[in-house]
């Protein structure tokens, strides 16, 4: 096996496939103000912007940003906490969560039509591969991206 020659490729290619209009959307959806709309969404409409940082592994700094965004989307609320009115707790709005479900749709329609157009077969060696990459990376990548992780890297 000519790693160097399969290296390049395997680089080619994921440039090419992040260039997508497909995977441009999905990368966003995965991050950011999508990411932290998604989680209001499963965490039943609400959250403490402490809990948000902690869960997502942010920093608070990040998580003020990407709320004072959404607060100007009229996407979430701030409000005092139910259970501790010293707190100011986040909610998400009605806006913002038919705006979640209207991503979180656009996305599975997205990929589905990828798996689809893999075929059954295709599509689930390209599960099983992806699987085994996370595998890999847990194993052997993992410490060399926590100890990068613990500076700059701590964003979404």
């Keep these: 096996m000519d790693s160097s020659a399969l290296l390049s490729e395997l680089i080619k290619k994921l440039h090419e496939l992040s ?10 959806s995965l991050k ?16 403490l912007p402490s809990h948000l940082s902690e869960s997502m592994n942010v920093s608070s700094a990040r998580i003020a940003a990407v709320l004072n965004s959404l607060c100007k989307k009229g996407f979430v609320r701030r409000k005092p906490d139910p ?15 038919q705006y ?5 749709r656009y996305l599975r329609d997205i990929m589905l039509r990828i798996l ?8 689930r060696e390209y599960i099983r591969i ?18 990068q992780a613990a500076g700059i890297y701590s964003v979404f």
């Design 100 to 104: 979640a479900l209207q991503q979180r």
């Design 130 to 147: 992806v699987g085994r990459i996370i595998e890999i990376s847990k194993e052997e990548a993992a410490p060399a991206c926590e100890s």
């Design 83 to 97: 259970t501790d009115r010293r707190k100011k707790a986040v909610f998400i709005t009605e806006a913002g969560f």
């Design 116 to 123: 689809e157009g893999l075929g059954e077969t295709d599509a």
């Design 19 to 28: 260039n997508t209009c497909m995977q441009k959307h999905i990368g966003e």
């Design 32 to 47: 950011g103000e999508m990411l932290l709309l998604q989680f209001l969404v499963n965490q039943g409409g609400s959250s």
